[in-house]
């Protein structure tokens, strides 16, 4: 899809709140048409010091990407290059609308599973929806994929 940014999270979700707000503060035509990121896992190595040791620690944390859009209302789809596909953790977008996820999420998520299945990867993908009201919610089955459920801390997220 696009860039990936400098602000590392710890937590897949902390990053997904984080573009959104990105979203919120700088990209004022959010309100009519849709933009979309991707949440990234980065492993990298931390050095700590232990008593008088050095100890080299693998740490994961995660990134989002640029937000994007195609000034559409709800067409918006998961365009991820193969070599991204393994660090893929979640699917972000926005609908100028209220509500849960669309039909054509649903379709899209479906899809997305089954490409991460053909290539054997196991991670679980999650889709965060941020809808016009500021609500944000995250879905990351097939049962109960359009409602979805109610994701906290918006407000409080750093960008
Ligand atoms: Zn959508």
């Known amino acids: 899809m696009s860039k990936m940014t400098k602000t590392s999270y710890p937590t897949a979700e902390a990053a997904a709140l984080g573009g959104f707000r990105r979203i919120l ?29 050095k100890v080299t620690t693998r740490e994961k944390r995660y990134h989002y990407t640029e937000p994007e859009t195609k000034n559409t209302k709800d ?11 393994p660090a893929l953790r979640a699917f972000c977008h926005t609908h100028p609308t209220n509500g849960g996820f669309s039909s054509h999420d ?44 109610d994701v906290s801390g918006l407000e409080k997220a750093t960008p």
Do not use: H
Not at 25 to 53: A, H, M, P
Not at 75 to 85: G, K, Q, S
Not at 116 to 144: A, C, H, W
């Open 75 to 85: 067409a918006i789809e998961v365009d991820v290059p193969v070599y991204e596909l």
């Open 106 to 149: 649903f379709e899209t998520f479906k899809k997305l599973s089954r490409v991460i299945k053909d290539k054997k990867l196991k991670q679980e993908v999650v889709f965060y929806l941020m809808s016009v009201n500021q609500q944000v919610r995250q879905s990351s089955t097939e049962e109960g994929f359009m409602p979805g459920t």
């Open 25 to 53: 503060l700088n990209y004022s035509r959010w309100t009519d048409v849709e933009y979309g990121f991707l949440i990234l896992e980065v492993t990298s190595e931390v050095v700590k010091q232990r008593g008088n040791e």
